[in-house]
Nanobody, 133 residues
């Protein structure tokens, strides 16, 4: 079975740091693009950090400079390092995967705001991040 399991969330104060991880199995990690999404209460799920088909990381404007996405191919694990957390970062964080060769054919715009959730085949159940004021 395909599995994506996030961990590392929690409750922290503003200015704090978190490191989220996503352990995966059941699909070809090497041929899939990986990404992190988040959803705050009352908001739509949004992409915050993804690896583009060319291998470059891309970040949402709201998190660029504070978030860092990385991966370990051998262990098929994805990470998200978050610095200087703010209350606006509160939400459920999901990791997701999509076939890079297919996604490359439909990835027409560079901005993360144009990413369609339906383009991502595999999803984890999410990990909760709560940032106090």
């Amino acid at each position: 079975q395909v599995r994506l399991e996030e961990s590392g969330g929690g409750t922290v104060q503003s200015g704090g740091t978190l490191r989220l991880s996503c352990k995966t199995s059941g699909f070809d990690f090497a041929t899939h693009c990986m990404g992190w999404f988040r959803q705050a209460p009352g908001n739509e799920r949004e992409a915050v950090a993804v690896f583009e088909p060319d291998g470059r990381p891309s970040y949402a404007d709201s998190v660029e400079g504070r978030f860092a996405i990385s991966k370990h191919s051998f262990n098929t694990t994805l990470w998200l390092q978050i610095y200087t957390l703010t209350p606006d970062d509160t939400g459920t964080y999901y990791c997701a995967a999509t076939d890079c060769s297919v996604w490359a054919l439909v990835r027409g715009r560079p901005s993360l705001r144009h990413i369609q959730l339906r383009e991502w085949q595999y999803w984890g159940q999410g990990t909760q991040v709560t940032v106090g004021t």
